[in-house]
Structure formats: structure tokens, C-alpha cells
């Protein structure tokens, strides 16, 4: 049994360290400069953080005067004066504390604001290698399509010309070519503008970077390490501390203060028992009367409030984000399913078709045609699998440790 659980854990370790080793991988899709404007945020939101952090620390002020006086008959004195003076709160009701937990909730917000943007950005750039390779797929597809199309004109021509077939049917067969060739045409057009996109995004040669293959993960996982989820509880927290923070400004704080003074005396106090250097300091006690504070406390707190609710709404979100896909999944199952049916039927048919035709009883024409199903259908199989692995990227980008 130990040995057991022992490989169960050793395998999830294996699994995790391989999916961080992914993402790296997948970090590579983006250019260098899109990499490196990211790595910028990063650290301007640690340094931005520390600052918040330290914020309820207050300077120390240096102040260096030079003062000349025309007040003495016959002269001007001149005076310099260095003085440090120090300000600062050691108690403020919570709010100090307070005002370190939102800091540093609001560094993890906004981390986890900056790696999800990261992470969209790179899924967008994989999202597109799929859609090229979708495009691709099904640009081949449409080109059997023509040829049956081709094949079709031809078969109702030579019944037209030989008076056993409307025209409307041929006219029908020419219009049904036209609209796949037309239809051939956007795709192209289509594939120009997912390389333009792909090109904002990275320099890498779209087909020289390997697919990543998907697969689902489970719901507790989704829903436990969902990154817009986290990002949400971080802010829930941040400004509950803010809350806190607000109302600890209108309570009793406490200050110690102090000041050096280095200075010329005043001639006029010249005879005086009066130092030119000198300390004061002592201890503080202060609350303000803000005929606002009530309001700023109420706005805060339902800040706070709306905060907690929009957690809710997530988790809920969430939750209904995974259950989507789950459904879209279960369709592309049957769709591909079906498909795989249809590939094993048309294979059978293009056998009978073409042994028929070896012995006469069928067209060259009627084998060809179920050649060019069987290979469309086969065609519809490998689209599904890429719709598929479009719906799991959402699932992954999304997902801490996923890719």
C-alpha cells in the first residue's frame, strides 16, 4: 500500500514538474518584446507594492537654511540653520497593520492581474496555430468538395445533353461549385489574417512550433486554482483591508516626533543661555473631526461589500464556464463519433463502388466520389479534434500549473 500511494505521488510530481516545464515552452510563442514588456510589469508592481507597503512609514525631513538679516544698523548678519525633524505614527487603531495586508493583497491582485494577461495573450497566439491548422484542414476538405462538385456538373451535363434532366438540376450543380469555390477563397483571405494576428504576437514560424495536445481536467481543480478566480479573492481581501484602513483613519492615533537643530543664534539673543544645537521631541495623541467620515467609512465598506458579492458571482461563473465546456465537449464526442462512423461506412462503400466499377456495372466517376467523401469525412474527424482542443484552452489558460 505504501508503495503504491508512493507511485501515485511520484507520478503527480512528474505530471506537475512536467506542466510548469510546458508553459515554459508555450512562453515561447510570444515575442521577446511581448515577453519582456510583461517582465517590466512584473517588477513594477513588486517595487510599486513595496512602496505601499512602507507607505504608512513617514520621511525624515533634512532642512538646511541660510538667512541674511539688514535688521542690525550698520551690517547684515547672516544665519545657517540644519534641522532634522521626525513625524511619525506607531499607533493608528489597525490601521498600520491593516495598511500592510492591503499592500500586499494588492501586490498578489495585481501579480495575478498581470500573469492571467500573460497567459490570454499566449493562449491567443496558440489559439491561432490551431485555427491555421483548422483553416488548413479545411481548405483540403473544400477541395474535395469541388472535385465531387466538378464530377456532379459533369454526371448532370451529359444526362442534360442526352434529355433525361431539367436544367434547373444542372444550374443547381454550377451554383453549388461557385459557392465552395467562393467559400475556398475566404478561407484563404482568412488564413492572411490569422498569420497577421500571429505575427503581432510572435516571431516564430507558425509552422515550425508543435501543437500542444489538451486534455480535460477535473472541476475541483478548474474551480480551485482558476487564476480569474484567485485574482478575485485577492481583491475581496484588499479591500476589506481598505475598509479597515479607512475607518482606523477617523480613530486615536498616536505619534512620536522629534527634531534636531543645528543654527547660527540671533545676535540678539547673543548673551543668552540658549544652545545652538538642541533636540526636541515627545509623543503625540491626535484624532481628526471629519464631517465626511461617515461617508468615507460607508463608501468603503460597501466597496468591500460589492467586493464579496462579485467573489460569489465568479465562483458562480466559474463553475457554469466549466459546465459549458463540458457540454461543448460532449457534443464534439458525438461529432466525432459520427464521423468516424461515416469513415468506416465510405470506406466500405468506395470498396464496393470500385469493384463495381472494375467490373462495369459503375462509373470511374462513382468511385471518385466516394473517395473524396471517405477523405472529407475523415477531414470533418480531425477538424472536431481541433475545435476540441480550442474549448480545453480556455479550460487551461485559465488553470495555475495547467500549461
Given at each position: 500500500m505504501k508503495r503504491f500511494a508512493y507511485a501515485i505521488f511520484c507520478t503527480?510530481?512528474?505530471?506537475?514538474?512536467?506542466?510548469?516545464?510546458?508553459?515554459?515552452?508555450?512562453?515561447?510563442?510570444?515575442?521577446?518584446?511581448?515577453?519582456?514588456?510583461?517582465?517590466?510589469?512584473?517588477?513594477r508592481n513588486?517595487?510599486?507594492?513595496?512602496?505601499?507597503?512602507?507607505?504608512?512609514?513617514?520621511?525624515?525631513?533634512?532642512?538646511?537654511?541660510?538667512?541674511?538679516?539688514?535688521?542690525?544698523?550698520?551690517?547684515?548678519v547672516r544665519t545657517d540653520n540644519f534641522s532634522v525633524t521626525i513625524d511619525q505614527p506607531i499607533f493608528r487603531s489597525g490601521g498600520i497593520y491593516n495598511a500592510v495586508k492591503y499592500a500586499s493583497q494588492t501586490r498578489l491582485a495585481n501579480r495575478a492581474g498581470i500573469v492571467l494577461q500573460k497567459r490570454l495573450m499566449i493562449a491567443d497566439a496558440v489559439r491561432i496555430l490551431f485555427e491555421l491548422r483548422k483553416n488548413k484542414l479545411q481548405q483540403e476538405r473544400l477541395k474535395y468538395q469541388i472535385k465531387n462538385d466538378e464530377i456532379d456538373i459533369r454526371q448532370k451535363r451529359d444526362r442534360y445533353e442526352a434529355g433525361v434532366l431539367d436544367s434547373s438540376f444542372l444550374d443547381q450543380a454550377i451554383l453549388a461549385k461557385s459557392r465552395d469555390e467562393t467559400a475556398l477563397l475566404e478561407l484563404r483571405f482568412a488564413r492572411t489574417e490569422l498569420l497577421q494576428r500571429f505575427r503581432l504576437l510572435s516571431d516564430k514560424?507558425?509552422?515550425?512550433?508543435?501543437?500542444?495536445?489538451?486534455?480535460?481536467?477535473?472541476?475541483?481543480?478548474?474551480?480551485?486554482?482558476?487564476?480569474?478566480?484567485?485574482?478575485?479573492?485577492?481583491?475581496?481581501?484588499?479591500?476589506?483591508?481598505?475598509?479597515?484602513?479607512?475607518?482606523?483613519?477617523?480613530l486615536p492615533s498616536v505619534s512620536l516626533n522629534g527634531r534636531y537643530s543645528d543654527g547660527d543664534l540671533n545676535p540678539l539673543?547673543?548673551?543668552?543661555?540658549?544652545?545652538?544645537?538642541?533636540?526636541?521631541?515627545?509623543?503625540?495623541?491626535?484624532?481628526?473631526?471629519?464631517?465626511?467620515?461617515y461617508d468615507d467609512v460607508q463608501s468603503a465598506r460597501i466597496e468591500m461589500l460589492k467586493a464579496q458579492t462579485e467573489t460569489i458571482e465568479k465562483r458562480k461563473a466559474v463553475d457554469e464556464e466549466y459546465d459549458w465546456i463540458v457540454n461543448a465537449l460532449a457534443i464534439l464526442d458525438k461529432k466525432i463519433a459520427l464521423a468516424k462512423k461515416d469513415v468506416a461506412l465510405y470506406r466500405n462503400l468506395y470498396k464496393v463502388t470500385a469493384n463495381l466499377a472494375k467490373a462495369g456495372e459503375k462509373t470511374p466517376l462513382d468511385a471518385e466520389v466516394m473517395r473524396n467523401t471517405l477523405h472529407m469525412r475523415r477531414l470533418d474527424k480531425a477538424i472536431y479534434e481541433i475545435d476540441k482542443q480550442i474549448k480545453l484552452l480556455y479550460l487551461y489558460v485559465r488553470t495555475e500549473h495547467a500549461i
Amino acid at each position: 500500500m505504501k508503495r503504491f500511494a508512493y507511485a501515485i505521488f511520484c507520478t503527480a510530481a512528474l505530471i506537475w514538474q512536467s506542466a510548469a516545464l510546458y508553459a515554459q515552452s508555450l512562453e515561447s510563442v510570444l515575442s521577446p518584446e511581448k515577453r519582456k514588456l510583461f517582465e517590466y510589469d512584473l517588477q513594477r508592481n513588486e517595487y510599486e507594492s513595496d512602496k505601499l507597503s512602507k507607505s504608512w512609514i513617514s520621511p525624515i525631513m533634512l532642512r538646511y537654511d541660510r538667512s541674511y538679516t539688514t535688521q542690525f544698523p550698520g551690517k547684515t548678519v547672516r544665519t545657517d540653520n540644519f534641522s532634522v525633524t521626525i513625524d511619525q505614527p506607531i499607533f493608528r487603531s489597525g490601521g498600520i497593520y491593516n495598511a500592510v495586508k492591503y499592500a500586499s493583497q494588492t501586490r498578489l491582485a495585481n501579480r495575478a492581474g498581470i500573469v492571467l494577461q500573460k497567459r490570454l495573450m499566449i493562449a491567443d497566439a496558440v489559439r491561432i496555430l490551431f485555427e491555421l491548422r483548422k483553416n488548413k484542414l479545411q481548405q483540403e476538405r473544400l477541395k474535395y468538395q469541388i472535385k465531387n462538385d466538378e464530377i456532379d456538373i459533369r454526371q448532370k451535363r451529359d444526362r442534360y445533353e442526352a434529355g433525361v434532366l431539367d436544367s434547373s438540376f444542372l444550374d443547381q450543380a454550377i451554383l453549388a461549385k461557385s459557392r465552395d469555390e467562393t467559400a475556398l477563397l475566404e478561407l484563404r483571405f482568412a488564413r492572411t489574417e490569422l498569420l497577421q494576428r500571429f505575427r503581432l504576437l510572435s516571431d516564430k514560424d507558425p509552422e515550425s512550433f508543435t501543437l500542444p495536445r489538451l486534455t480535460l481536467v477535473s472541476k475541483k481543480t478548474y474551480t480551485s486554482h482558476n487564476l480569474e478566480l484567485q485574482r478575485q479573492r485577492y481583491v475581496e481581501r484588499q479591500k476589506r483591508y481598505y475598509s479597515r484602513m479607512t475607518l482606523a483613519k477617523y480613530l486615536p492615533s498616536v505619534s512620536l516626533n522629534g527634531r534636531y537643530s543645528d543654527g547660527d543664534l540671533n545676535p540678539l539673543w547673543a548673551s543668552a543661555p540658549i544652545k545652538e544645537r538642541y533636540y526636541i521631541y515627545g509623543i503625540g495623541v491626535s484624532m481628526p473631526l471629519d464631517i465626511n467620515s461617515y461617508d468615507d467609512v460607508q463608501s468603503a465598506r460597501i466597496e468591500m461589500l460589492k467586493a464579496q458579492t462579485e467573489t460569489i458571482e465568479k465562483r458562480k461563473a466559474v463553475d457554469e464556464e466549466y459546465d459549458w465546456i463540458v457540454n461543448a465537449l460532449a457534443i464534439l464526442d458525438k461529432k466525432i463519433a459520427l464521423a468516424k462512423k461515416d469513415v468506416a461506412l465510405y470506406r466500405n462503400l468506395y470498396k464496393v463502388t470500385a469493384n463495381l466499377a472494375k467490373a462495369g456495372e459503375k462509373t470511374p466517376l462513382d468511385a471518385e466520389v466516394m473517395r473524396n467523401t471517405l477523405h472529407m469525412r475523415r477531414l470533418d474527424k480531425a477538424i472536431y479534434e481541433i475545435d476540441k482542443q480550442i474549448k480545453l484552452l480556455y479550460l487551461y489558460v485559465r488553470t495555475e500549473h495547467a500549461i
